[in-house]
């Protein structure tokens, strides 16, 4: 029986290899920190707590629709990881459904800052359900995106490097807040302010839309490697049954 033998390896390929895949970690790890950063500013710019409740008063809302501004924020993000969370256990990668989920949560974003942009031409009524619905559907898509963004992190970042990714997102997005973003959002939204409603409010999201957008993008340029094991894809009932 012939044999065939393949010609060894030159012995330069596997410190290039190892120098190239030090390049794409350190590159993953920016792009992550980066995407972390923006994203914490433009949270800040369109604040749940501080800046959202105020619009919803100057379109007339009650206290009800106030109230509801953080359930939909936390239950926009767990919800949606419930229904795909089975699904996606056969994806070698998962990061093309962020991707995916990117250009959603855009058009959302963009959808419901329109919707703050007109709303000294439309009905109130009209611009807080054109609100709440883009409002809703972006978080239910960052939900969805969740678990792509968890498998990628555990992927590219190594365990005892975590606590120094999460840790500078946090710290780089609460420095900015603190230093920058807050006087901003102080100036724009004072009573002596040069912006009167709804261009205040239009301005802040105009701005936290350009950051989302970097925030997204920066993401989705991470290099995600393929699973060496996948799961078996599975349905709703079945991860209701892995509940307990």
Known sequence: MERTFSPPEAPEAAPEHRSRLRVVSRRNFALGVLNGILFNIASSLISTGLVLPGLIRALGGGNLLVGILPTIEQGGWLL????????????PRKLPLYRWTAILRVVFFAGFSAAVALAGRFPPAWVLAAFFACYTLYNLGAGVAGIPFQEVVAKTVPPERRGTFFGLRLFGGGAVTLLGVSWVV????????RWTFPENY?????LAFCFALGGLGTFSAIAEPASGETGEAGSFA??????P
């Open 80 to 91: 949606p990881q419930l229904l795909v969370g089975a699904r996606l256990q056969s994806w």
């Open 186 to 193: 102080r100036t724009v939204l004072s009573e002596g302010s």
């Open 238 to 243: 079945m991860q209701l049954r892995r509940v």
């Open 202 to 206: 239009a301005l802040l999201f105009g």
